[in-house]
């Protein structure tokens, strides 16, 4: 009998403890650490709120209420169960304005430009995960775009901020304008939707630069950072750059919602005494110029929602629901999504074998997770309005108001009918929960529970038998 040899000292062997000793995050697929980093912040988040040193004196808040206001932050909605201006100090304030800004950029984003700061490698896998953050479909230049992305954001909120201080710092002092011009334009950018003032922005409802300065960084922050990436290319060097079809896509939708958004407002409360009726005809267009603007999940508004007509809250739901582009600080199940399941219906009814854009066909797989994630959003909506419904206990609050706070907090707006004040724990709770599947995407939470796809060597052959409609 031949013994074992003895393993060659020149080449060390590694041990089974070893082996299983990698880390948990290395072991996290992109999506399942996106869900991982936006929770963690919540709960961080949640914690800095209620420190003493967070809240004015005589304030205190639960544990839900804070969980609330921190994923309102994170997820970047604007819901409020309490007033951020009375409830907070200064130093709460802050956290709630860190808070919005990582929920917008992403925690993953940030932590990609801090490891380029401080001179460290980022690995094929780090690379991965910000990738999939940003909706960047190439992983050669990703570095390079977190750090665009980064930088230019800033600029555009610190840009925003000398504007605003324009209209803030004559109504609040020097040193508190400069602070609420930040606050406010940070929030607008990355379509927050929370401000300092109780009431919101309804005192700014004839105000000129309110209506032109928060209405165009709430475009810019809903535009998409890789659509803004590829027009400033294409304006700065036409014949090398071209507009991509996501790019041209975004823009038409954008640009054609914002117009619908604003026409319909118009419209439809010219005469209501509660909201446009007693402003003169220049007063009414800056106020529906801006109620077309604020459903493309930024939140902020000007007039109250609780006074508006049947037609224009369900209109603004409609709005909300469809949201802002791809891979921008908006929410909702995104412009290009409502187009391509659009399209694509429009095509079957017509017998149409393929969906084209821009001289180009759409992919089945495109076509495939653009309804599914219509498909899960419309069921996670329908869940969550029904458990409202079920845990409601105020007879005050009616049907269409928490439906109207159940797409707000789902597509992340921040909206509200004056309702979120009057919901109790248990349904905080079930807002908690869309605001933050909202955010992340339920498809990228769908995946990151899942299990990764095993590929199988059989293929069923296929059945056309099946009856559809």
């Known amino acids: 009998m031949t013994r074992p040899s003895a393993p060659d000292p020149r080449f060390p062997q590694p041990s089974a403890s070893g082996l299983r000793r990698r880390p948990l995050l290395s072991r996290l697929r992109p999506p399942q650490l996106i869900a991982l980093t936006f929770a963690l912040t919540i709960v961080v988040g949640a914690g800095l709120l209620m420190l003493p040193?967070?809240?004015?004196?005589?304030q205190?808040?639960?544990?839900?209420?804070?969980?609330?206001?921190?994923?309102?932050a994170v997820c970047v909605t604007g819901l409020a169960v309490v007033d951020p201006g009375t409830t907070f100090t200064t130093f709460g304030e802050v956290v709630m304005l860190l808070l919005i800004q990582i929920g917008g950029l992403g925690l993953i984003t940030l932590g990609t430009l801090f490891a380029i700061a401080l001179r460290r490698r980022v690995g094929i896998s780090d690379r991965i995960q910000a990738a999939q953050q940003v909706n960047s479909l190439e992983l050669g230049g990703v570095v390079r775009l977190v750090r665009t992305i980064v930088l230019s954001s800033v600029l555009v909120e610190l840009a925003g901020t000398m504007l605003l201080a324009a209209v803030f710092v004559p109504a609040e002092g020097l040193g508190r304008g400069l602070y609420f011009s930040l606050f406010h334009a940070v929030s607008a950018f990355n379509n927050a939707g929370f401000s300092l003032y109780a009431t919101g922005l309804t005192g700014f409802v004839t105000n000129p630069l309110i209506n032109v300065i928060i209405p165009l960084l709430i475009v810019l922050g809903g535009m998409g950072f890789l659509v803004q990436l590829n027009v400033l290319a294409y304006l700065?060097?036409?014949?090398?750059?071209?507009?991509?079809?996501?790019?041209?896509?975004?823009?038409v939708m954008m640009g054609a919602l914002l117009l619908i958004g604003t026409v319909g407002f118009a419209l439809l409360e010219w005469n209501n005494p509660a909201t446009l009726g007693t402003l003169s005809p220049g007063g009414k267009l800056m106020a529906a110029w801006f109620q077309g603007v604020t459903p493309r999940t930024a939140g902020f508004n000007?007039?109250?929602?609780?006074?508006?007509?049947?037609v224009t809250i369900f209109m603004t739901i409609l709005l909300m629901f469809i949201g802002a582009n791809p891979g921008s600080t908006g929410g909702g199940i995104k412009t290009t999504t409502f187009y391509v399941m659009m399209a694509s219906a429009w095509n079957m009814v017509r017998g149409r074998s393929d969906t084209t854009?821009?001289?180009?066909?759409?992919?089945?797989?495109?076509?495939l997770r653009a309804m599914t994630v219509g498909l899960l959003s419309l069921g996670l909506v329908n869940l969550g309005f029904l458990l409202l419904l079920l845990l409601n206990?105020?007879?005050?609050v009616l049907f269409m108001q928490l439906f109207f706070e159940t797409i707000s907090a789902?597509?992340?707006v921040g909206l509200s009918m004056n309702t979120t004040p009057l919901l109790n724990a248990n349904q905080e709770v079930v807002l908690i929960f869309l605001m933050f599947l909202g955010r992340i995407g339920p498809l990228t939470f769908a995946i990151a529970f899942s299990r990764p796809d095993s590929r199988t060597l059989v293929r069923y052959p296929a059945e056309n038998d099946i009856l559809i409609g």
């Open 302 to 310: 000007t007039l109250d929602y609780s006074t508006m007509g049947f």
């Open 236 to 251: 700065r060097d036409r014949r090398r750059n071209r507009l991509n079809a996501n790019s041209k896509l975004s823009l």
């Open 53 to 58: 040193v967070s809240l004015e004196p005589g």
């Open 357 to 367: 854009l821009f001289r180009r066909r759409i992919g089945t797989t495109t076509i």
């Open 60 to 72: 205190s808040i639960s544990v839900i209420q804070a969980l609330f206001m921190a994923t309102s």
């Open 410 to 412: 789902f597509a992340t």
């Open 393 to 396: 206990t105020n007879k005050d």
